[in-house]
């Protein structure tokens, strides 16, 4: 359910970002707005273009009303469906973002998630209206004569990471001017606002998902005297929240993306002794990005990506804790393996019967796609740690803030009692660190014996290694596979029929993440042995 941003609360405003020093808001500094003389329907005597100043009000209602919708079957506020219309108008499209760049504020943890929904609901612009956007807000000057605040800056980078993710191929090489390409560059110096640095990254990512951009912008990289990735990916490991997002980012973008000569994989470098227990690179939806380590996950995407470990709990009882490094919305807590991953319908964990999630943002538990307000105090912050407490014996689930307990969970158990992961889903721009116990936890339960996943689980060599997306999937194509593999993992062997359809081609455990058959889009009522 997070993919639609409804499990909002009260109190997101209050909220200021780990690290964040230079966000005042100069009221009288606004990009240049363009005219609406020029719209479509402005002939019309029956159509009056709203203004400005009513496009910034939806705006901020949008973001103000979120807190309302707490399910996966409401609908959307009312301010949002208005954007959504003017929207529809090609000077409109130009004016709802322009509104999102001037009003969305710094110190909301939502606020680039809120631009990401809004852009990706909108009609998909023409290149006019990209052209006219970027005319507006005029990348030469954003250094220069304007005085920009740093919280425009961040927004325009938000946006030019959404057009460019909406826009691939031909028209995204044209956005991609040389104007942009130097604005975006030149924000990765030191001395820039590192939230400005991280969304600037983002955007040159998503530019890069065209082909010939990849290669304009690597080019544009190595023509600096020091390629910026290289020293940025050194943040990676900082206590200060934001930069180590920019080293993450930078890092997989090196990995990924902008290949340099002479530089190793991350996975090459990374130590993995004593970690026995990681993230399942091979159980995971397909943007969320993994660590060298195994251990720390990122969204960037549009959708609500997710991830169990690779270890399994049945009985006993068991503990890990995890790093919160954004502020935003992650449903973290338990799963089983017969929960799904539907992450561009926005359910990850906690919106079906087998597993159940806190969300620290918006203060909610999660089970079935329903949330339950769960206590009142503050939104966790960066640098908090959020307990994860499994008791299998007295069938409960409880989570915990910097060691502080909150009331026990018993929903899942109505529908299962073994078979848990550690499991998480994370909302656009948001990043945490699991740990399993291959360190010391930082607030350990001490009401309760309890058990650590690092000292029960083993992982192969080869099972340590968290491959770069392009390697993995070489490595794919050249594997030779069996006649028998199943069509989705390639990993097992085919086992079962999907009824009524009666398709075959899957096995056991691939089977059971599908709610509709691959092949003819039937509902699953029934999966059966296939014993051909």
């Known amino acids: ?16 970002p780990y690290g964040s020093n230079n966000h005042a808001e100069a009221q009288n500094t606004r990009i240049p707005e363009p005219s609406t003389d020029s719209c479509s329907d402005s002939a019309s005597p029956s159509y009056k273009f709203p203004t400005l100043s009513h496009i910034d009000k939806l705006v901020l209602e949008t973001l103000g009303s979120l807190d309302t919708l707490v399910d996966n079957d409401h609908e959307p506020p009312p301010a949002m469906l208005k954007l959504n219309a003017i929207a529809d108008k090609e000077d409109g499209w130009i004016q709802v973002v322009n509104s999102m760049v ?7 943890p939502l606020g680039p998630s809120v631009i990401i929904l809004l852009l990706d609901d909108c009609p998909l612009p023409s290149k006019d209206s990209v052209q006219k956007l970027s005319n507006i807000f005029q990348f030469p000057y954003i250094r220069g004569q304007m005085q920009i605040t740093t919280t425009r800056q961040r927004n325009i980078c938000v946006v030019l990471g959404c057009i460019a993710e909406k826009l691939a191929g031909p028209s995204s090489i044209a956005i991609l001017s040389e104007a942009t390409l130097d604005y975006l560059v030149s924000n990765l110096r030191k001395d820039v606002e590192p939230y400005v640095m ?14 010939e951009n990849k290669v304009t912008i690597k080019k544009r990289l190595m023509a600096e005297k020091q390629n910026p990735l290289m020293e940025l990916e050194k ?3 900082e206590t200060h929240y934001v930069r180590r997002q920019v080293g993450f980012c930078a890092q997989w973008c090196l990995d990924n993306l902008f290949l340099m000569d002479g530089r190793k994989y991350s996975h090459d470098s990374v130590d993995v002794t004593g970690i026995n227990v990681m993230l399942n690179t091979k159980d995971v939806s397909e943007y969320l990005k993994i660590s060298p380590n195994g251990l720390e996950a990122r969204c960037d995407a549009y959708s609500f990506e ?5 270890f399994q709990v049945d009985s006993g009882i068991w503990y890990y804790e995890t790093l919160i490094i954004t502020t935003g919305v992650m449903q973290i807590g338990w799963a089983t393996k017969d929960s799904t991953f539907l992450n561009h319908e926005g359910y990850g964990i906690g919106d079906d019967e087998f597993s159940l999630a806190y969300d620290g943002c918006r203060r909610l538990i999660w089970y079935n796609a329903r949330s339950e307000k769960f206590h009142d105090r503050p939104c966790w912050k960066s640098g908090d740690i959020l307990g994860c407490l499994l008791d299998l014996n007295k069938l409960e689930i409880i989570f915990s803030i910097n060691g502080v307990p909150l009331k026990p969970c018993i929903q899942v ?3 299962v009692r073994s078979g848990f992961f550690a499991a998480a889903s994370f909302m656009s721009f948001q990043q945490c660190l699991f740990n399993f116990g291959h360190i010391p936890f930082k607030y350990p339960p001490t009401d309760r014996e309890f058990q650590k996943f690092n000292d029960y689980a083993t992982l192969k060599p080869e099972d340590k290694i968290v491959l770069p997306r392009h390697i993995y999937l070489d490595q794919l194509r050249r594997l030779s596979v069996r006649e028998d593999s199943c069509t989705i993992c ?5 086992s079962v029929r999907l009824l009524p359809c009666d398709h075959r081609g899957f096995c056991q455990r691939c089977s059971k993440q599908l709610i509709e058959c691959p092949m003819c889009r039937a509902t699953i009522e029934e999966i059966a042995s296939d014993n051909i």
């Open 1 to 16: 359910m997070g993919n639609c941003l409804c499990k909002d609360t009260p109190g997101l405003y209050d909220i200021e």
């Open 102 to 108: 001037n009003v969305i504020p710094m110190n909301n």
């Open 198 to 211: 991280l969304y600037s990254l983002i955007a040159l990512e998503k530019f890069a998902q065209t082909s």
């Open 235 to 237: 943040w990676s490991t």
């Open 306 to 310: 997710s991830v169990r470990c690779t």
């Open 413 to 415: 158990f109505k529908t």
């Open 490 to 494: 390639y990993d097992q062997r085919a």
